[in-house]
């Protein structure tokens, strides 16, 4: 599967200030070849390149749709906005979940929590419609910021009465490998305006430093994570009913803004956030780095420099599904910005990650047993069948039998075609007999000047010839 780590641009329209700055456009994206050219001549590829003409469905509909259905077979998937601020990371992920937007404008998160709910829908419809036993879906929410290299939980409810008493949420590994943050609150979630009020009540505590909008997001990195289990029933072989269980973790992940410290002007208080920011940032760069580095592969990956990359592990060269988004403005006056955004999302590309289902014990066990007895199916057939035959020491070899019939088998198939190849050349022989006889016949006519040859002798020897002919065909 090719779509496991993917990286696509986009670069948004100007906005009024630049306009009224008469900013010019520096960047000239060519969608069909997944190319961008910034400036006169630095040029870039990824695996989608699109510009301000693209719209949020287009969007969803390309890269983000297919990621939701594979959940629905256990696979995990992330989508990673990265971009200096402003560039339209929140806009492109939806994570300022407003219910009163514009449905054409919705982001990604909206979208594709009614996507879940609607394939849910859809596969207990259709289990009904197979009468089937109804698969059972349990969908949690999980909001989290990291700020600081703190996490905070934004569904805490005790945030509300109490925002400055901290609980320490720590980030924890389990036997199997999945990692999660101890102690943080999971919504269950049956509709998406459920969804939709955790994303609202989880904006609402995020930090704010500011009374600007996009500074209070600017700083820090919020990750949604929509999580699925699911228990249905498959179909085995003998056509009997088996409950399996699988589960997959989607993240959506919208980043603290890239910009480098100098540019956001900060001082004191500010300029610390600002520095541990770019921290985040730099190990998911550093990250990035090394499993994009073909050349050394064995190297160590430095997850565990930030709680983001610790917590980002399995959609950074892991057991994930990813499409990093890299946000960038068109206008000079971002110039540097957009062209490190560019360098930045152009070593992502090189990352491969590796996806597998996630299966409780108990299902991978029971899908390892079917396909045993699938194979000890197909190896009694061919007992039965003569193929094989058992040595007295007990293992099997392919008997004699069928060897022998698969020698005479290779003979017969030679014969046949060199039977084919006999046939061609009686073919061709009739065909020149055939011209050999008419130019006798016409030479017979030529040859009596009187014209008065008798038509019935010549019948009367065509018709022998025919006879003949006959003859020789049924022999
Ligand atoms: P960021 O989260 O990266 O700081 P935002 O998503 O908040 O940036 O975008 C900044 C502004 O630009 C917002 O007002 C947003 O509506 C607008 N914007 C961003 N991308 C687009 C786009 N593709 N089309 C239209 N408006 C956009
Ligand atoms: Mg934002």
């Known amino acids: 599967d090719s779509f496991v780590f993917n990286v696509l641009l986009r670069i948004r329209p100007q906005n009024a200030r630049e306009k009224l700055d008469m900013c010019r456009k520096c960047v000239t994206c060519y969608a069909d070849q997944f190319q961008v050219v910034l400036g006169k001549d630095k040029a870039f590829t990824y695996d989608f390149v699109f510009d301000e003409n693209i719209c949020q469905q287009q969007i969803y509909d390309t890269c983000v749709e297919s ?76 909001f989290l910021e990291l700020y600081n290299e703190e996490i905070i939980d934004l569904l805490s409810t005790t945030r509300n009465i109490e925002p400055k008493v901290k609980k ?68 085995t072989i003998e056509q009997s009913d088996e409950l399996e269980s699988i589960s997959a973790k989607f993240h959506f992940v919208d980043l603290a803004g890239s910009e480098r410290l100098k540019r956001t002007g900060a001082t004191g208080d500010r300029a610390k956030e600002g520095i ?25 990956v430095p997850y565990r420099d930030s709680k983001l990359t610790r917590f980002l592990q399995d959609s950074l060269g892991g057991n994930s599904r990813t499409l990093m988004i890299a946000c960038a403005s068109p206008s000079d ?29 108990a299902s991978k066990q029971i899908a390892a047993l079917r396909a045993e007895l699938q194979q000890l199916r197909i190896e009694v057939m061919e007992y039965r069948q003569g193929k094989r035959v058992a040595e007295s020491d007990g293992e099997p070899i392919y008997s004699d039998l069928h060897h022998e019939n698969v020698m005479l088998q290779a003979e017969v198939d030679r014969l046949r075609s060199r039977i084919k190849a006999m046939q061609q050349v009686i073919d061709s022989q009739k065909a020149r007999n055939i011209s050999l006889e008419v130019n006798k016949a016409t030479e017979m006519v030529v040859a009596d000047p009187s014209n008065s040859l008798d038509i ?12 003949n002919l006959k003859y020789v065909i049924v022999t």
């Open 333 to 361: 006056c971002d110039f540097m910005e957009t062209l490190n955004t560019l360098k930045y999302a152009n070593r992502a590309r090189n990352i491969k990650n590796k996806v597998v289902v996630n299966q409780d014990q």
């Open 456 to 467: 019935s002798k010549v019948i009367e020897k065509y018709v022998a010839e025919i006879e």
């Open 276 to 300: 541990s920011i770019n921290c985040g940032l730099l190990s998911l760069g550093n990250v990035i780095s090394a499993l994009g580095d073909q050349s050394k592969k064995a190297t160590h």
């Open 67 to 142: 990621l939701i259905e594979s959940c629905f077979d256990g696979y995990n998937a992330t989508v990673l906005a990265y971009g200096q601020t402003g560039s339209g990371k929140t806009y492109s992920m939806g994570t300022a979940f407003d219910v009163n937007v514009d449905p054409e404008i919705e982001g990604i998160i909206p979208r594709a929590v009614n996507n879940l709910f609607n394939g849910i829908n859809i596969r207990k419809q259709k289990a009904a419609e197979e009468n089937l036993p109804s698969p059972e879906f349990n969908v949690t929410a999980q």
């Open 168 to 235: 320490n949420l720590k980030i924890h590994e389990s036997q199997d490998g999945d990692i999660y943050v101890a102690g943080a609150t999971s919504r269950t979630v049956t509709s998406p305006d459920d969804t939709a009020k955790c994303l609202q009540d989880g904006t609402l505590l995020r930090t704010t430093a500011s009374t600007n909008m996009n500074a209070q997001s600017s700083r820090s990195h919020a990750i949604f994570t929509i999580s699925i289990r699911q228990t249905r029933f498959v179909k």
